[in-house]
Structure formats: structure tokens, C-alpha cells
């Protein structure tokens, strides 16, 4: 079981790595493709269009197949846009590649967290999403290395080839699955659908709780380098792409300090102190100095912040809403991820454009008062359900 996990772990890395790319390198990309800046919320939307239609499905598609060969196809799908996007001279041929690029995260995210949730510790789960920031945080800087010595085409070509590795460690421990998935395949042919899912009390404003999340989320690992491009004068290109990895690195930051206390503090303590660190931060983004020293310091503690909100709340799936209904509600929660992941940085992208990019900590606050708030309300459904 522990290589298993080891494993596990790694299939999250390579979840994280392609993550960041297109954030991080946009404020050169564009440029050379010549597009407006606010182009990038189009491809990010179709990245995430697709994943949104690969999260919906999971639930079918995990009846049908283990678990093992989910990762395998979806890490396949992932190197091929990852490739795609190497080869684009266009901005038209990025949404070609967007297809298998976020086709590739949606199944491969909701099975895992599932496989995780419904059989290992909130630990585990914090873990888990701290190498995904792993992930997230190396992409930055391998894009920040092409930018330095070639173009950002090379950035998505060398994160492939680690995408290859991994894929390669990820088929030969396929004999470690074979002692697992009969269970997990056991638990998820059991499981209820979509339809069922949504019905469940407290289920709603959770998703709503997720999109709000996912908004801020992706708005900051997309736009964070072009805020600092934008606000904050005097900065090489190579800087600039490596402060995309800004809030990746208090992700991380947050939950490997929760991956340690998590079985301590419980699930809603550590998303109610999350956010209120996450304020922090935006705070500290606000204040109005020259430097960007502050500011990115201050998109670290928003990263830290939200660390430990995704993986709590779907840590929390099967004890609020039964193990039966998990891989359905996780099947939803990612859909509802994935349309503010899809939708709000494109908002952002044109808001910006209209009144300066310097808005983009007041549209961050939004979005974690908004997750918040829903949360607590959906807590106070589900008591009531229990009482009943």
C-alpha cells in the first residue's frame, strides 16, 4: 500500500505540472502570437470546457474502468496537448490541443480524490494536494528556464518529457493496483448517479462553494504573472514567469502544514482558518507600495491560505453525504471546479482590459467570501439533515 500511495502522489505531480504553464508564459506568448492579453481566458476556458466534460463522466467512466487505466489515458491525453501546444505558431491551434489537454485532468482528478477519500485520512488528502503544488511549482520555473535560454515552446516541450517519465513509472506499477482496484471497482459500482447526487441536501451550495474557490484559484494562477507585468515596473521576463509560481508555492506551502495537523484540527477548521488566511493575503496585495516585494509575498499567503479548502471539502464527501453518493458528489464538485475555472478568468481577462489589472485583488476577495459564506450555510443544511 505504501508504494501505492508513493505513487499516487506522483500521478498528482504530474496533475499539477501543466497547470501553471500557460499563466506563467502568456505574457510572452502573447506577444509573439500577437493577441491581446486577455486572449489567454479563451484557451483557458476550452482547457477547462473539456475537463468539465471529463469530471461529468467519471462516474461512468469509473464503472467501466479501473482506476489504473483512467491514469494511464488521462496522462497520455495530457503529454499529447502538452506536445500540441509546443508545436502552435498560432493562436487558433492552441484549441485544437486544448481538447486532449483538459480531457486528460477531469477523470484522472475525480477518481483519485475519490480512491482518496473514500479510503485514506484527511492527511493522506492534504498530502495528496501538496504534490499537486509540487507539480504546480515546477512548471513555472521550467518555463521561466525557456524563456531565459529559448522560447516558451520549449517550456511545454520539457514538462512532456516529465509527463513521459511519470507515465512510464505510472504503467509499471500496475501490478500495485491490481491489489486495490477489485475494492475501489466494488465501491463505485455501488455508487449513485449525477441525478441522485445533486439532490442530496447541502450538495448544492457546496458546488457553489467550489466554483467560488476554483474562480480565485484559477484567476491567480493565470493572471498572477501579468498582474506583476502590469502593476510592477522593471521586471525581467524571466521574473515575471517565475512569480506564476507565487501562488502555487503557498498551496504546497498550506498543505503540507495540514497534511501534519489535519487529523488534529478536522476538516471545517482547517477550511474556516484557510480562508481567513487567504484574506491575509489579498490584504497585503492591496497595499498600495512600489516595491513587489509585499505583493508577492502576499500571493504566497493567498496561496497558503487555499492550500488546505480544495482537499478538505472533498475529503469531507463521503462523511457528509455517505461513501454511496462520494463519486458522484466528487464527480459534481469537480464539474462545478471546473466552470469557475473555465468561466472567471476569462471574466477577469476582459475586466482587466477595461479597468487595469490592478483590480485583480478585489475580484479574489469576492470569490473567497462567496466560498465562505456557502460553506458554512451548506454546514448548517447538513446539520439539519442529521437532526431530522
Not at 500577437?34 to 477547462?48: D, E, R
Not at 493567498?302 to 478538505?312: K, R
Request: glycine residues 12%; charged residues 10%; contains cysteine.
Amino acid at each position: 500500500m505504501g508504494l501505492l500511495i508513493a505513487v499516487i502522489y506522483l500521478i498528482f505531480i504530474s496533475l499539477g505540472l501543466p497547470d501553471s504553464l500557460l499563466g506563467s508564459g502568456w505574457p510572452a506568448m502573447h506577444v509573439d502570437l500577437g493577441v491581446p492579453s486577455s486572449y489567454a481566458g479563451y484557451i483557458s476556458m476550452t482547457i477547462s470546457f473539456m475537463t468539465i466534460i471529463s469530471a461529468l463522466v467519471s462516474p461512468r467512466i469509473m464503472r467501466k474502468l479501473h482506476t489504473k487505466w483512467i491514469v494511464i489515458i488521462s496522462i497520455f491525453l495530457t503529454i499529447l496537448g502538452l506536445l500540441g501546444f509546443s508545436a502552435c505558431n498560432a493562436y487558433w491551434m492552441f484549441f485544437l490541443f486544448a481538447v486532449p489537454y483538459g480531457l486528460g485532468a477531469g477523470a484522472i482528478d475525480a477518481s483519485i480524490n475519490n480512491y482518496v477519500a473514500s479510503n485514506f485520512s484527511g492527511s493522506v488528502m492534504n498530502f495528496l494536494h501538496c504534490f499537486y503544488g509540487i507539480g504546480a511549482v515546477i512548471s513555472p520555473m521550467i518555463m521561466g528556464q525557456a524563456l531565459r535560454v529559448a522560447r516558451w515552446n520549449e517550456g511545454y516541450r520539457w514538462t512532456a518529457y516529465i509527463q513521459t517519465g511519470i507515465l512510464l513509472v505510472c504503467i509499471l506499477s500496475l501490478p500495485l493496483w491490481k491489489k486495490n482496484d477489485p475494492k475501489d471497482g466494488e465501491e463505485v459500482e455501488e455508487s449513485s448517479g449525477i441525478r441522485e447526487a445533486i439532490r442530496i441536501p447541502g450538495v448544492i451550495p457546496t458546488l457553489i462553494a467550489f466554483f467560488a474557490y476554483c474562480s480565485g484559484e484559477a484567476t491567480s494562477f493565470l493572471w498572477t504573472s501579468s498582474y506583476f507585468a502590469g502593476v510592477k515596473q522593471g521586471l525581467s521576463k524571466g521574473q515575471i514567469a517565475s512569480f506564476g509560481s507565487l501562488v502555487f508555492g503557498g498551496l504546497m506551502l498550506g498543505r503540507l502544514i495540514c497534511g501534519f495537523i489535519s487529523n488534529m484540527i478536522g476538516d471545517k477548521a482547517r477550511i474556516r482558518i484557510g480562508i481567513a488566511i487567504e484574506l491575509a493575503g489579498i490584504l497585503m496585495v492591496m497595499v498600495p507600495v512600489q516595491g513587489y516585494q509585499l505583493a508577492a509575498v502576499g500571493f504566497v499567503v493567498i496561496g497558503t491560505g487555499m492550500g488546505p479548502v480544495y482537499p478538505a471539502i472533498q475529503h469531507m464527501a463521503p462523511v457528509n453525504f455517505g461513501k454511496r453518493n462520494s463519486a458522484a458528489v466528487i464527480g459534481l464538485q469537480m464539474a462545478s471546479a471546473y466552470v469557475g475555472s473555465t468561466f472567471m478568468p476569462m471574466v477577469f481577462g476582459n475586466l482587466q482590459q477595461w479597468i487595469g489589472i490592478g483590480i485583480m485583488p478585489v475580484y479574489l476577495l469576492i470569490f473567497a467570501v462567496l466560498n465562505l459564506g456557502m460553506l458554512e450555510y451548506a454546514y448548517r443544511i447538513i446539520k439539519v439533515k442529521e437532526k431530522a
